[in-house]
Nanobody, 121 residues
């Protein structure tokens, strides 16, 4: 079971990026899919999560209204549309899959390799 994250890059403050995370197996139809991020020198933190079956969504407070998580079941892929980016959004972004919808790290069984997002001021 593999997750492949992509879409990171360098963007100016106020700009947008869209991250993608492709899952290798259809079994992810029963998993919650999430995005986490880790800034330099900081702990990994929750960003957003989406259920695979009924489209429940939850976000970190600081990204609400700016980030949108979505999924494409046919492609086994989730996305994170990031708008109005701020320098404090700079981090390595990881996608993850797990059995429950949560903002905790431990329940997520599978992780992508991470994609770097750098927001310049």
């Amino acid at each position: 079971v593999q997750l492949q994250a992509s879409g990171g890059g360098l963007v100016q403050a106020g700009g947008s990026l869209r991250l993608s995370c492709a899952a290798s197996e259809r079994t992810f139809s029963s998993y919650a899919m999430a995005w986490f991020r880790q800034a330099p020198g900081k702990e990994r933190e929750f960003v957003a999560v989406i259920s695979w079956s009924d489209n429940r969504l939850y976000y970190k407070n600081s990204v609400k209204g700016r980030f949108t998580i979505s999924r494409d079941n046919a492609k086994n892929t989730i996305y994170l549309q990031m708008n109005s980016l701020k320098p404090e959004d700079t981090a390595v972004y990881y996608c993850a899959a797990g059995p429950i919808i949560t903002d905790a790290i431990a329940p997520y069984n599978y992780w992508g390799q991470g994609t770097l997002v750098t927001v310049s001021s």
